[in-house]
């Protein structure tokens, strides 16, 4: 069976610090990634996807960047955080081949900028 | 422009009751996906439909094509169906639109 597992869980940084967060796929090959963002009151954003090893989409312009050296694995990154980079991060997978593909999530991560 | 609204905000309800939650969009879809996420905050998909009806246990998703309109129906609920519930659409072969979520409350 396919898992996806996401961490840290928790993270509390200074502004300016650098930001890591990773996420792997297990039981599936070559699947479509995400990372979504959500924040309080609103609904999720989706802020980067991948359709394969290297292939970044970014959908909104910010300081975060978002890599995949390797076909299940997908990293959210930040050289210097803001105190607005702060939220839930959400990992998710799904089948390349449709569209309509259903959303598996990873378990989130909370990040506070102090 | 692909929107997703989502009602009611907030629902709070004894036990057993039966739940409705509603959402809308703006333009045709060609899927619909209703998902639950739970106070730690993972999310679970619950359903992913394009027309009729789908059952899963006591978890009913219907959707409306023509009214542009998809309901979630809980029977007999339970204190553990307390979570958020969120409706995402997918517009064409664009990207999911999330809607801001209905946080539902099952009193004991």
């Known amino acids: 069976s396919q898992t996806i597992h996401q961490w840290p869980a928790t993270l509390v940084q200074p502004v300016g610090s650098p930001l890591s967060l990773e996420c792997t796929v297990e039981?599936?090959?070559?699947?479509?990634l995400y990372w979504y963002r959500q924040a309080a009151g609103r609904g999720l954003q989706l802020l980067f996807y991948?359709?394969?090893?290297?292939?970044i989409s970014s959908e909104v312009p910010q300081n975060l960047s978002a890599s995949r050296p390797q076909d299940r694995q997908f990293i959210l990154s930040s050289k210097k955080l803001l105190l607005s980079d702060s939220g839930f991060y959400l990992c998710?997978?799904?089948?390349?081949?449709?569209?309509?593909?259903?959303?598996?999530f990873g378990e989130g991560s909370r990040l506070t900028v102090l | 422009k692909n929107e997703v609204e989502q009602s009611p905000q907030n629902l709070t309800a004894q036990e057993g009751e039966f739940i409705t939650i509603n959402c809308s969009y703006s333009?045709?879809?060609?899927?619909l996906h209703w998902l639950q996420q739970h106070p730690g905050g993972g999310i679970v998909s619950l359903f992913m439909?394009?027309?009729g009806k789908k059952k899963h246990g006591r978890l009913i998703a219907t959707i409306n094509i023509q009214e542009k309109h998809s309901s979630l129906h809980i029977t007999a609920s339970h204190p553990r169906d307390s979570a958020v519930y969120i409706c995402a659409a997918r517009f064409g072969n664009e990207k999911l639109t999330f809607g801001t979520g209905t946080r539902l409350t099952i009193i004991p």
């Open positions: 333009v045709g879809i060609s899927a």
């Open positions: 439909l394009s027309s």
């Open positions: 991948s359709v394969g090893i290297g292939q």
């Open positions: 998710a997978w799904s089948v390349r081949v449709t569209n309509t593909g259903e959303l598996f």
């Open positions: 039981g599936t090959s070559n699947p479509n």
